[in-house]
């Protein structure tokens, strides 16, 4: 198994800047993709942020493009998201996840290992 441990976030207002961490430990070998999620209040978990092993592929869904920034280091022991000019569409509750599969497509059923989460509230 993988046991991931978040830390950052916060509230910050319009136009701010935050930093998530995600620092994974155990089985971390069989782990293909790593990624962020995120889910607001009455709204369905989604995709925000994806990065495959070898850090040469991402995905991010098109609310965030050009915005966020995830990244891999320690060689894969931690995941980190950099989010920049926030907007309160982005305030959920963030999650970081990890799966075997080569190809999870953002679904969240595809993920096997989860953080706690961490709220990320931006307000105007």
């Known amino acids: 198994q993988v046991l991931l441990v978040q830390s950052g976030g916060g509230s910050v207002q319009t136009g701010g800047s935050l930093r998530l961490s995600c620092a994974a430990s155990?089985?971390?070998?069989?782990?293909?993709?790593m990624a962020w999620f995120r889910q607001a209040p009455g709204k369905l978990r989604e995709g925000v942020a994806e990065?495959?092993?070898?850090?040469?592929?991402?995905n991010y869904a098109d609310s965030v493009k050009g915005r966020f920034t995830i990244s891999r280091a320690n060689a894969g022991n931690e995941l980190d998201l950099q989010m920049d000019n926030l907007e309160p569409e982005d305030t959920a509750m963030y999650y970081c996840?990890?799966?075997?599969?080569?190809?999870?497509?953002?679904?969240?059923?595809?993920?096997?290992?989860w953080g706690q989460g961490t709220q990320v509230t931006v307000s105007s």
């Open positions: 996840a990890t799966t075997r599969s080569r190809s999870p497509r953002f679904i969240p059923a595809s993920y096997e290992y």
């Open positions: 155990g089985d971390i070998r069989s782990v293909r993709f």
């Open positions: 990065v495959n092993s070898t850090g040469g592929v991402t």
